[in-house]
């Protein structure tokens, strides 16, 4: 039996406090940043996902983690908003990085415009997304990325699948949303949702497959809901609170409409991390990062942000370069060696030179 499938065993009373716990899952060590003891066992209602090892009290001292995973939930167990932009290639990643953020957010919208120059509208497949996480976790090993996983890709093989190759890829956390196999952008009208039940299913394989992963692994599964739109806001809450009693790490909320309603979410989720994405434009309000703290979030997503920057720049590039026949104005100055620099040219030169090279001596 996979380790994970012990968290949901069924118990023979529901009234007595239960930790449903799983002896097959080994402690946490340093390797990975965490205290080598877990915390101790908090009484948990029977049927509810309580993993010892990853409580988030064992992520809240220390210094932060070399791995990605272990760096979030470190993140997130201590004081303070976790902003993820996000990125939709590597020359975005790039200048996520050089502008100092500590965690990145690779969107499904941003990934299927980048890399198939379509809408977000369920068309990239798994293998896109992997790919694409590949690239972006391998420029900052060290940086949690939060990737897009859409519905999962499919029925809960896929799910797990979805799991153990971000994982390989180097990602963080993933979020893994309710919406139906032919989804489409959260802010766009004309969604539909899958039942209750399909979705905790989803949550429960994700969860499944991430504690199967031998020598255990810190991957943070975030469970995403965009019923609000289409069966309100009650519903929506409901969702999120049976998807972090099947294991979700952490709760979003797609399309909430006010800071009243993000309030009341925080609240009604009673200390689990709510994320929120915020779009220009789109159906949540343009928080600051500033204001989501306020009102309770503990991650925010800009997903569109390095997408949107690159269409008005690259079409005025284009515009330009189709009145003028020049180039010139559109580069600003920048000549290829301060782009290649942007791109991490100083990286692949030291390299070349600490092993004794000396094809780059100058460039």
């Known amino acids: 039996m996979a380790p994970g499938l012990d968290y949901f065993k069924s118990t023979e009373t529901t009234d007595a406090p239960v930790v449903e716990v799983s002896a097959d899952v080994p402690a946490e060590t340093e390797s990975n940043g965490a205290s ?3 915390a101790p066992e908090a009484p948990r209602k029977a049927g ?4 010892p090892r990853l409580d988030p009290k064992n992520f809240l001292e220390g210094p932060l983690s070399w791995d990605a995973a272990t760096r979030l939930r470190q993140m ?28 990145m957010y690779q969107s499904g919208a941003a990934t299927t415009a980048s890399r198939l120059g379509q809408p977000d509208l369920a068309i990239a497949t798994l293998n896109d997304f992997v790919q694409s996480a590949q690239m972006v976790c391998s420029l900052s090993p060290s940086t949690p990325v939060i990737a897009d996983a859409d519905t999962g890709f499919g029925g809960t093989a896929m799910v797990a699948r979805t799991v153990y190759q971000y994982i390989r890829a180097g990602v963080a956390g993933m979020h893994i949303e309710d919406q139906v196999q032919t989804k489409r952008c959260g802010h766009l009208m004309g969604k539909q949702v ?29 469970g995403r809901t965009d019923s609000a739109q289409v069966l309100g806001m009650e519903e929506a809450v409901t969702r999120l609170k049976l998807a972090a009693d099947a294991g979700a790490d952490v709760c979003f909320i797609e399309g ?65 370069l189709k009145k003028t026949g020049t180039d010139f104005t559109s580069a600003q100055g920048m000549d290829p060696k301060a782009f290649f620099e942007v791109m991490g040219l100083s990286e692949v030169t030291s390299l070349d030179a600490r092993a004794g090279g000396s094809s780059f001596e100058v460039v």
Request: charged letters at 20%; hydrophobic letters at 45%; aromatic letters at 6%.
């Open 36 to 38: 080598e003891t877990p």
């Open 48 to 51: 509810v996902y309580y993993n």
């Open 76 to 103: 997130l167990a201590r004081p303070g908003i976790v902003v993820a932009p996000g990125i939709c290639d590597g020359i975005s990643a790039r200048c996520a990085i050089e502008a100092g953020f500590d965690c």
């Open 194 to 222: 899958v039942s209750r039940e399909e979705f905790i299913t989803r949550i429960r394989a994700a969860v499944i497959a991430r504690d199967s992963v031998p020598g255990g692994s810190n991957f943070v599964i975030i």
């Open 256 to 320: 909430v409409k006010t800071a009243e309603l993000l309030t009341s979410t925080v609240k009604a989720l009673e200390g689990k991390p709510v994320l929120v994405n915020v779009i220009s434009g789109g159906l949540t309000p343009s928080f600051t990062c500033k204001e989501a703290e306020a009102l309770g979030a503990k991650i925010i997503i800009f997903s569109l942000v390095s997408c949107v920057a690159a269409v008005h720049g690259i079409r005025a590039a284009m515009q330009s």
